[in-house]
């Protein structure tokens, strides 16, 4: 049993910040892949960010240059720094960890989401 538990969104104007957080807790044996999900009204869900374990990282076209994707393996805990944001960053963003809760056993777990709008 995993618990994900988001914090972070907001209102904020455009060309401002948030900082997203997700902390797992539970029986954790590994996290392999964070990453960060987002959907907009109308939309699919669409990958924005994740990182591995080893710290490889990737982003979607649209957030590059301006979010940044991090992990503190000590507090189960992957973060979404996001910055100049802009309108179209408005969605409801869900966090997703790859988790092993013992060796051999593994599934992915998704956050509940947390929302984020920009206003212009």
């Known amino acids: 049993q995993v618990q994900l538990v988001e914090s972070g969104g907001g209102l904020v104007q455009a060309g401002g910040s948030l900082r997203l957080s997700c902390a797992a807790s539970?029986?954790?044996?590994?996290?392999?892949?964070m990453a960060w999900y987002r959907q907009a009204p109308g939309k699919q869900r669409e990958l924005v960010a994740a990182v591995t374990s080893s710290g490889s990282t990737n982003y979607a076209d649209s957030v590059k240059g301006r979010f940044t994707i991090s992990r503190d393996n000590a507090k189960n805990t992957v973060y979404l720094q996001m910055n100049s944001l802009k309108p179209e960053d408005t969605a409801v963003y869900y966090c997703?960890?790859?988790?092993?809760?013992?060796?051999?056993?593994?599934?992915?777990?998704w956050g509940k989401g947390t929302l984020v709008t920009v206003s212009s």
């Open positions: 539970g029986s954790i044996f590994e996290i392999n892949r």
């Open positions: 997703n960890l790859d988790i092993a809760t013992m060796r051999m056993y593994h599934t992915n777990y």
